[in-house]
């Protein structure tokens, strides 16, 4: 049985989890190709209009996914991954909410998976659901310590700051071929002792790592800058951001989002921070602007950029510019002059 595994949302966080899985029951996920336009005038074609960019890119890459010849595609609900968090409503609104756009004849695979409800609860799940494809208990939970290995090595990898490529090509190996011969994945060529700004770049990990998307952002500014992202952050220096909060921000997204942009924006080792936001998220239109309002505080330069299906690279690339230059004439000469007056 070939089971695909759209390259698009989960993806981008929870890929090695699920591959570990379905190595444990002895079965390969096959990605969908690296987004390209083909896959989002699909996704644009088949999604619905309302919907934000990342679920269009999503059932593009479903459709994709049928033309390699999958029997089945796996599409969790991920309802929860922590404790006290969610995922938003448009993903805890899978499969279904996409069950439209699905080629005929492929099948869906899906599960809840839901730490909320504790541990012994999602192992119960996995068991039913690989019970369901012919598989053992046994052999569901073998495959459950597998994915929970393979994550945290893949989230250790992040944290010691290696790149997506590189991190999740480990568990995606058609990943590091594919992005080497269609677009410069995390800028390998650059100079690094060039670049004498840092810059975070926050964000959905489906918006900041996947290139197409972001019309090539990463390597743009990688070309001026050392580039940190939230997944590098320990988890103590998202929990440290999100402390001056009055009440907990309950998104998983949005939390790391959050804790990573304020605790990039109090270390002094980061000149500026790039907010990398889509049109139609929820949960981004309240944390961009608290944010916005962290770094107004603390004088540290900020932007947002945000994309849409529509959105071109000229105007991005002006506007990056834009920033970079103000953010390096400040870090250069800021010091030469009194700020008075
Ligand atoms: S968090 Fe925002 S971008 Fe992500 S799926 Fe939800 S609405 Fe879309």
Not at 12 to 32: H, K, M, N, Q, V
Not at 89 to 99: I, N, Y
Not at 116 to 122: A, D, E, F, L, Y
Not at 144 to 168: K, T, V
Request: proline share 4%; net charge negative.
């Amino acid at each position: 049985m070939k089971v695909g595994y759209p390259r698009a949302v989960h993806y981008y966080d929870y890929f090695p989890f699920w591959a570990g899985f379905f190595r444990g029951l002895d079965l390969e996920l096959i990605t969908s190709p690296l987004t390209n336009r083909q896959v989002l005038e699909q996704g644009l074609k088949k999604a619905s209009d309302e919907t934000c960019l990342p679920i269009k890119l999503l059932v593009g890459h479903i459709q994709a996914l049928s033309g390699m010849g999958v029997d089945a595609l796996f599409l969790p609900r991920m309802v929860s991954v922590e404790e006290k968090t969610y995922l938003c409503p448009k993903l805890l609104g899978l499969p279904e909410s996409v069950f439209a756009s699905v080629p005929e004849g492929m099948g869906v695979l899906t599960l809840d998976f839901n730490m909320r409800q504790g541990k012994r609860r999602v192992i119960r799940t996995l068991e039913e659901f690989a019970e369901g494809l012919g598989k053992t208990g046994a052999e569901a939970r073998q495959g459950f310590l597998l994915a929970q290995n393979w994550q945290e090595h893949y989230e250790s990898r992040r944290h010691e700051g290696r790149s997506f490529g590189e991190s999740m090509g480990e568990f995606d190996p058609r990943l590091a071929g594919e992005a080497g011969r269609t677009i410069r994945f995390d800028n390998p060529d650059r100079d690094e002792s060039a670049a004498v700004l840092t810059v975070a770049l926050v964000g959905h990990p489906y918006l900041t790592q996947d290139n197409y998307a972001n019309l090539n952002l990463v390597a743009k500014l990688g070309e001026r800058a050392h580039v940190r992202f939230i997944e590098e952050m320990e988890p103590q220096g998202i929990e440290q951001g999100l402390q001056g909060l009055h009440k907990s921000v309950f998104w998983s997204h949005a939390r790391k989002i959050m804790g990573a942009g304020a605790s990039y924006i109090g270390d002094e080792a980061v000149d500026g921070v790039i907010y990398l936001s889509c049109f139609g998220c929820g949960t981004d239109s309240m944390t961009q602007d608290m944010v916005a309002r962290i770094a107004r505080q603390q004088h540290k330069p900020y932007m947002v950029l945000t994309l849409d299906e529509h959105s071109g690279e000229a105007g991005l690339v002006t506007r990056l510019e834009a920033f970079l230059d103000m953010t390096e004439r400040r870090v250069q000469r800021e010091s030469n002059f009194s700020a008075h007056g």
